[in-house]
């Protein structure tokens, strides 16, 4: 049987060069190829002809190029070995496809040596698949055996899943703070009056962000390795995690959470391990802040107990603590997994609050080599209760001092970024600065973006994507720029339904965010985004963004200012706003000659309030509403000025004037010449 081969390449003397050059295998029946013009053409093909072993493939295609194609393969159940066609020396387009799965790549101009070489070697490991596939068909597996083959084969399938999510998010977690971090030094060092002290509150929040993430994979590797060391001290615990209640209050305090702390004893001593418990009290305390909304309540309770699991053995004395907040909860189906290392209960862009996926993992397994237990119970909406148990020796050595307050500020610093109250600047009256909507739920970068753009523009802030949608069509921004991972609605969704929306259709988004990733650009794009910015990004590259997006809405307004729908070109990258611009002149043709016509009338037959109306025009066409009416009316004045030899009076009543010498004044002063002067100068 011949190796089947389809050549995807959008060149159509790819498939002379390859049936000439491989004249001699077709001919003895050696390989099979088919080709196909395009990454669509390809899957069609896939789901039409069967047994296509080999895909000889361009990165540079229109409409869908290699890269994505391939995403597009990977939901497919196809065995296949695919090299990759690409520039020679392009090595972003090869790293990008062989971290993608691809078997190997060749560049062009091809040579036919290394092409056929390339694909002598697919066939051979194809062979050694095949080979080991049969093999194992042949193994007298019982069906409980099958069973743990296939319940493996999903777990690794699932653990690949949830680590390839983990390593998503944690880009995004070090690449915002490291966005902070890079910008805040560039202003200190241009504005050190205005930013010296902010901008240094600012680096170091972000660095102990940094550490807080660095020490929690460390505590992981040192977990699986063996070498976590437990430093076992005696000391007098409820005062120490007094102290840490009492740390964490602020932070409750800035998001109005009613915070308690109480304790069954005034003292219990025991042999505890300080770091480590500050990691596990702060993991919980942490994520209780973070998923309880405003007016919510947090409890945390100590108390010492009896530990009687075993019949016949002494019982055991315990310490237990107990965490209980009001929050948004864990549905049921999630709850048996939260501990489980890389899972998150919403592991979508739009889940609320950042992470990596290891808190609940890491927090379980410290318990654990502490010899104690932790459990949880919760509802979705009621919110969730926490319960560790430690057992109470008194065999370490006595604790000397106190020494966890640094930590303790490291990690309250490492961890305020989301409880800081936001500045909202307000918004200015002026029309000389373009106004500018900043979505973004992580306070430190927003101030850093008003840092970067409040000389510039003026700024409006929504702190999710929800946010962000409400405050876009009630303002009508001339611009937009809106991170990808946020709660409520991400990026991607706030993208999409903004430029489906005819009165926001127009408004340039930039998508700033750390998801950088190919497969990521391509989706922003693909949802309407006009550019995407990588963190961390430089100030200028910013600028420049924007400062190109507001040079193509002045091409917008070349486009539309005084033209007639009939006559523009189409456009498919204009289309929605040509639709937008044809519909406001139909109504215009039909009631133009109406004296009682009037903006309101309009806003009503167009379904837009009086000022999104009036921004949208604006931003087409650089001009108020009232103003495009009028001129509208005029230009049909001209029309029957030179083509009829009607009165200048009748025509003034035709086109909606009720006082024909005011229509005469307002068009000398529009024309600069008089109505009769310019039926002259025109026959």
């Known amino acids: 049987m011949p190796v089947k081969i389809l050549v995807v390449d959008d060149e159509v003397l790819m498939e002379e060069m390859i049936r000439m050059r491989f004249r001699k295998e077709i001919r003895r029946n050696v390989y099979d190829f088919h080709f196909a013009i395009s990454g669509q053409a390809t899957l069609d093909y896939l789901e039409q002809e069967e047994g296509i072993e080999i895909i000889l493939l361009d990165i540079n295609m229109p409409e869908m190029d290699g890269l994505t194609l391939m995403n597009n393969l990977k939901q497919k159940p196809y065995l296949l070995k695919i090299i990759m066609v690409t520039a020679y020396g392009n090595m972003d387009n090869i790293r990008a496809s ?31 698949i095949r080979e080991g596939e049969a093999a194992r068909k042949q193994l007298p597996l019982t069906q409980q055996e099958l069973a743990k083959t296939d319940e493996k084969a999903r777990y690794l399938e699932e653990l690949d899943h949830f680590k390839t999510r983990f390593f998503t998010n944690i880009s995004h977690e070090f690449r915002t703070p490291l966005t902070v971090i890079k910008g805040m030094v560039k202003q200190i060092k241009e504005n050190p009056d205005q930013w010296q002290d902010k901008g240094h509150d600012l680096i170091l929040r972000n660095t102990h962000q940094l550490l807080d993430l660095v020490n929690q994979i460390l505590d992981l590797q040192k977990l699986e390795s063996g070498k976590l060391q437990v430093n076992l001290v005696k000391g007098e615990v409820v005062s120490f995690f007094r102290y840490l209640a009492e740390s964490f209050q602020t932070l409750a305090e800035l998001k109005q959470i009613n915070f308690s702390f109480q304790a069954s004893e005034d003292t219990i001593w025991m042999d505890y391990d300080p770091e480590k418990m500050l990691r596990i009290f702060s993991n919980l305390i942490s994520n209780a ?38 929050g948004i909860g864990i549905p049921e189906e999630k709850l048996r997994h939260i501990f489980d290392r890389f899972y998150q209960v919403d592991g979508s862009s739009s889940r609320k609050g950042e992470g990596t996926g290891i808190g609940l993992s890491l927090t379980k397994e410290l318990v654990q080599v502490l010899d104690g237990e932790i459990t949880v119970e919760s509802q979705t909406g009621v919110g969730t209760r926490f319960q560790l148990t430690f057992p109470i020796s008194q065999q370490a050595p006595q604790e000397k001092n106190q020494g966890i307050k640094d930590s303790v500020a490291e990690l309250l610093e490492a961890r305020s970024g989301d409880a800081e109250p936001q500045i909202v600047p307000a918004i200015t009256s002026t029309e000389d600065q373009p106004r500018l909507l900043i979505v973004e739920d992580n306070a430190d970068v927003v101030t850093y973006l008003l840092s970067c753009l409040n000389d510039q523009y003026s700024l409006l802030i929504a702190r999710d994507g929800q946010q962000g949608i409400d405050m876009a069509l009630e303002h009508i921004p001339d611009l937009i720029i809106s991170d990808v991972m946020m709660p409520n609605k991400d990026g991607f969704e706030l993208c999409k339904r903004l430029k489906r929306d005819a009165r926001t259709s127009h408004i340039p988004i930039v998508l700033l965010t750390a998801r950088s990733d190919h497969a990521s650009r391509i989706d922003g794009l693909r949802r309407g985004a006009d550019a995407y910015l990588a963190k961390p990004f430089a100030q200028e590259e910013l600028l420049i963004r924007l400062e190109k997006l507001m040079a193509v809405r002045k091409a917008l307004q070349a486009r539309y200012s005084g033209a007639q729908p009939s006559l523009l070109p189409p456009s498919k990258e204009h289309e929605q706003e040509d639709a937008f611009f044809s519909k406001l002149h139909q109504i215009l043709e039909e009631h133009h000659g109406d004296t009682d016509f009037s903006v309101p009338r309009l806003c009503r037959m167009i379904g837009m309030s009086r000022s999104t109306l009036h921004r949208k025009v604006h931003a087409l066409t650089n001009k108020s509403i009232s ?41 000398s002063l529009e024309y600069g010449t008089s109505p009769l002067k310019m039926r002259h100068q025109n026959r």
């Open 98 to 128: 062989m971290n993608r799965g691809a078997f190997d790549f060749i560049t062009k101009p091809i040579d036919i040596h290394d092409l056929r070489a390339t694909i002598q070697k697919a066939e051979e490991e194809l062979n050694q």
């Open 289 to 326: 802040i973070k998923f309880t909304d405003e007016n919510g309540k947090i409890e945390v309770n100590i108390e010492q107990g009896v530990f009687e699991e075993k019949v016949g053995q002494a019982s055991l004395p315990v310490l237990q603590i107990t965490i209980k907040d009001s």
């Open 627 to 667: 103003i495009v009416i009028r001129e509208f009316r005029f230009q049909k004045a001209i029309a029957l000025l030179t083509s009829t030899d009607k009165a200048v009076a009748d025509i003034a009543y035709e086109v909606g004037f009720s006082d024909p010498s005011y229509f005469s004044r307002i068009f």
